[in-house]
């Protein structure tokens, strides 16, 4: 079996809901279940033998020792982090303890029980680590893609815990040998995506009447991926990355914020108008600057192409369509994560 960690998350439970439609192995999935992790996205697999869920924290030495001493994986793969960049702005305590020494603790426990093994399992093993292209920092106006040599320099409370855990899985490779792959990917959109970041906020915003905030001029850019694309793009690692390298994920897929909000309207005014007969686009507002704002990320997926042959499956026109739709037609999950500490969170941060 493979052991996933933050399998209840965006981006985690995306990967389990696609790895158990893709094959028979079973996955263990260790969740801390924060405020991000979510077993409703994992509903679809209640009753199923192949997912096997432990509520616990990747920074429990203990619980980690006795889940890989009895569960036994081939690998371990690591989404677990606090992922949001404005939540690590209002307070970075939670990022340095998860992203930081809660990857210590796991690649020290993984370490321990990859060292006991068999030769040939020994041999087999891998540790993914899912990490950002936040890590390098913000790119120049015209200046070309992130490559895996690309230097780190990470803006953000977020991006430098994150690229912190990148340097420790680096060293645990180099000094300890622990058979390691990285991956960094741009923003991903999709089901399942918390209404806390961009895409998800905004269609949530527009369907219930509420501003739509962009932050500063708008005129920032990422390089959208489709979150499916993503989870393809790391089992093809898994299987067949070399051991020890990085590989940079994108969608070739650069926006502007303002371009990726204002598509978001026009796709809900087709296929959701509002009933006053106005345009969402009439909901857009622009908020103070989020501080240390990286301009620009864009990402070189070159290398993951040519040794591995991986290409994102979705353009940002196909997949922004589906994820519209997707949020249209689960609406009581929406629901379900906008109670109580959501709303919080809102008012903390946008205020009224
Ligand atoms: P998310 O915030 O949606 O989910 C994180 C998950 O980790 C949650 O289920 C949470 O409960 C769990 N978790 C948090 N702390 C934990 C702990 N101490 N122990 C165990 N579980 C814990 O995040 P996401 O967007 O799905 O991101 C997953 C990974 O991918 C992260 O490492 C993130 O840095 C990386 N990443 C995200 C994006 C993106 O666009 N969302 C892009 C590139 C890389
Ligand atoms: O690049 C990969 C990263 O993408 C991941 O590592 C992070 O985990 C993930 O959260 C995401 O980070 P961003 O900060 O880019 O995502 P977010 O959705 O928060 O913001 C996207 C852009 O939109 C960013 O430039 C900030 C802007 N923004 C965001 C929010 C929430 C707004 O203008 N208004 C908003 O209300």
């Known amino acids: 079996m493979i052991l996933t960690t933050g399998g209840a998350g965006f981006i985690g439970s995306n990967f389990v809901l696609d790895w158990c439609a893709a094959s028979d192995e079973p996955v263990l999935n260790l969740d ?4 991000a992790g979510n077993l409703g996205n994992l509903a679809s697999l ?30 371990v793969l690591n989404f677990a982090a606090e992922s949001h960049v404005d939540r690590s702005i209002h307070g970075a305590e ?26 040939a399992e020994k041999a087999a093993f891998r540790f993914l680590h899912v990490s950002t292209d936040e890590v390098y920092g913000s790119l120049d106006e015209g200046a070309p893609p992130f490559g895996e040599t690309h230097r780190y320099a990470p803006n953000s409370p977020y991006s430098a815990s994150k690229a912190a855990s990148d340097h420790l899985v680096r060293a645990w490779h180099h000094t300890h040998g622990l058979p390691v792959l990285t991956t960094n990917c741009s923003n991903n959109y999709g089901p ?33 991926l489709y979150v ?3 989870c393809a793009a790391i089992r093809r690692v898994l299987e067949a990355g070399r051991v020890g390298e990085v590989y940079n994920i994108g969608g070739g897929s650069e ?8 598509r978001l309207c026009d796709i809900l005014d087709a296929l959701r108008p509002r009933a006053d007969g106005k345009v969402y686009r009439e909901q857009i507002r622009f908020v103070a600057d989020r501080p240390g704002h990286d301009r620009r990320y864009a990402i070189d997926a070159g290398k993951l192409e040519r040794e591995l042959g991986w290409k994102p499956a ?39």
């Open 192 to 224: 399942y995506h918390f209404p806390e970041k961009l895409i998800p906020l905004c269609i949530h915003n527009a369907l219930a009447g509420k501003p739509l905030p962009i932050y500063g001029d708008g005129q920032q850019r990422r390089d959208w």
């Open 314 to 352: 979705e353009t940002f026109e196909s997949a922004i369509r589906k994820t519209v739709h997707w949020y249209l037609d689960n609406q009581e999950w929406v629901k379900n994560v906008t109670s109580g500490a959501y709303r919080d969170w809102i008012g903390k941060h946008y205020g009224d």
């Open 255 to 262: 926006m502007t914020n303002l371009e990726v909000v204002t």
């Open 94 to 119: 939670d990022f340095i303890q998860t992203n930081i020494v809660g990857t210590f603790h796991l690649l020290e426990s993984v370490r321990a029980y990859w060292s006991g093994l068999p030769a």
């Open 46 to 75: 209640r009753g199923d033998p192949r997912h096997v869920f432990v509520q616990g924290d990747i920074g429990d030495a203990a619980l980690l020792g006795r889940l890989l001493a009895e569960h036994r994986p081939r690998a």
């Open 32 to 35: 801390k279940l924060t405020y």
């Open 228 to 230: 499916r694309d993503h």
